[in-house]
């Protein structure tokens, strides 16, 4: 059985996705969050755990709300644990996500 990803991981991953989809540097978006270049990068790398204000600053700096960097956090982790698994050899699907492509 996998593990479940980290919440940081799955923040991170999206702030960075958000930040090189408008391809703007971490410098940029560090400075319009008025935070510092490395603690961006850390938390773009799931290496800390950012206080709501922080994620709120970063989310505006990125032209999203919390809630929508938050949805779009909730989104990465509904994907991962609705993703097909390997076992012994074969894939397998788990919940109700994997039955409605199986449908499609």
């Known amino acids: 059985m996998r593990r479940e990803p980290l919440w940081r991981n799955l923040v991170g991953d999206v702030l960075r996705r958000e930040r090189l989809a ?3 540097t971490l410098k940029d978006v560090a ?3 008025r935070i510092s270049m490395p ?3 850390e938390l ?3 290496r800390k755990e950012a206080s709501s204000e922080v994620l709120a ?3 505006q700096a ?3 709300g919390l809630g929508d960097l938050l949805s779009l956090a909730q989104q990465e982790l509904t994907r991962y ?3 097909p698994v390997r076992a012994r050899g074969r894939v397998s699907g788990r919940g109700v996500g994997d039955a409605l492509c199986l449908v499609a």
């Open 57 to 59: 600053a970063a989310a």
């Open 31 to 33: 400075d319009a969050a």
């Open 39 to 41: 603690y961006l990068s």
């Open 44 to 46: 773009e790398r799931g």
């Open 81 to 83: 644990t609705h993703a």
């Open 62 to 64: 990125l032209g999203l």
């Open 22 to 24: 408008q391809e703007r």
